[in-house]
T-cell receptor, first 111, second 114 residues
C-alpha cells in the first residue's frame, strides 16, 4: 500500500490565492518531500523536510511537518497560472531512505 | 547538469515478450528506483536498489525483476509482458542514508503492451 495520501485530490483556485495541500502517512519517516509534475513530464523536487524539523520555507513554498499526527502540508503563496501541475508528497523511510509516493493532487490555477 | 536518462520515451511490445527498460544516472548515487505511474494511482514503487547488486521489493513487484550490475545503471525487466503492464515507467536516483536527499527523475518511458 502507498505510504502517503494527499488531500484534496484536486484543487482549483484563482491566481493570487494561496494553495494548501495536505499529506498523511502511515509509518515513521526520515524525511518528507514534495514534488511537482507538469503534464507529460518527469517529476521535479520542490522541498525536503527532515523528521526533526517542523517547518521549512523555499521562496513561495512553505512546508510543515507534524510527526505526532503523521501529516504534512504544503502551502504555495500568491499562486500563478504556471503553478498548475500535479503535486506529490513522498516519504523517505528506512536505513537507505527508500522513497514512496502518494497518489498526487491536481492543482489548477485560473488566470 | 545532473541527469537520469531512460533509454526510450515510447515503447510498444507484444504480450509475452521479455522487455528491458534501462536507466542510467551520472550522479554517483547509491539509490535507484523504478516506479510506474497510472491515472488515479499516483506513483507506485516497483523495486528499489540501494547499492550494486542490492535490491528491495516495492509495493508492486509481481511480474517484474531488476538488475543492478553497475552503480550507474538500473534495469527493469518485464519477464513476460502483459497488457496490464501498459503504463508510464519512471526511474529515479538519490543518495542513500539518513535523513535522505532529493531524488532526480528521468523523463519516463511510456510502455504499451499489445
Amino acid at each position: 500500500s502507498q505510504q502517503g495520501e494527499e488531500d484534496p485530490q484536486a484543487l482549483s483556485i484563482q491566481e493570487g490565492e494561496n494553495a494548501t495541500m495536505n499529506c498523511s502517512y502511515k509509518t515513521s519517516i526520515n524525511n518528507l518531500q514534495w514534488y511537482r509534475q507538469n503534464s507529460g513530464r518527469g517529476l521535479v523536487h520542490l522541498i525536503l523536510i527532515r523528521s526533526n524539523e517542523r517547518e521549512k520555507h523555499s521562496g513561495r513554498l512553505r512546508v510543515t511537518l507534524d510527526t505526532s499526527k503523521k501529516s504534512s502540508s504544503l502551502l504555495i503563496t500568491a499562486s500563478r497560472a504556471a503553478d498548475t501541475a500535479s503535486y506529490f508528497c513522498a516519504t523517505g523511510t528506512g536505513a537507505n531512505s527508500k522513497l514512496t509516493f502518494g497518489k498526487g493532487i491536481t492543482l489548477s490555477v485560473r488566470p | 547538469d545532473v541527469k537520469v536518462t531512460q533509454s526510450s520515451r515510447y515503447l510498444v511490445k507484444r504480450t509475452g515478450e521479455k522487455v528491458f527498460l534501462e536507466c542510467v544516472q551520472d550522479m554517483d548515487h547509491e539509490n535507484m528506483f523504478w516506479y510506474r505511474q497510472d491515472p488515479g494511482l499516483g506513483l507506485r514503487l516497483i523495486y528499489f536498489s540501494y547499492d550494486v547488486k542490492m535490491k528491495e521489493k516495492g509495493d508492486i513487484p509481481e511480474g517484474y525483476s531488476v538488475s543492478r550490475e553497475k552503480k550507474e545503471r538500473f534495469s527493469l525487466i518485464l519477464e513476460s509482458a502483459s497488457t496490464n503492464q501498459t503504463s508510464m515507467y519512471l526511474c529515479a536516483s538519490s543518495s542513500n542514508g539518513v535523513p535522505g536527499t532529493e531524488a532526480f527523475f528521468g523523463q519516463g518511458t511510456r510502455l504499451t503492451v499489445v
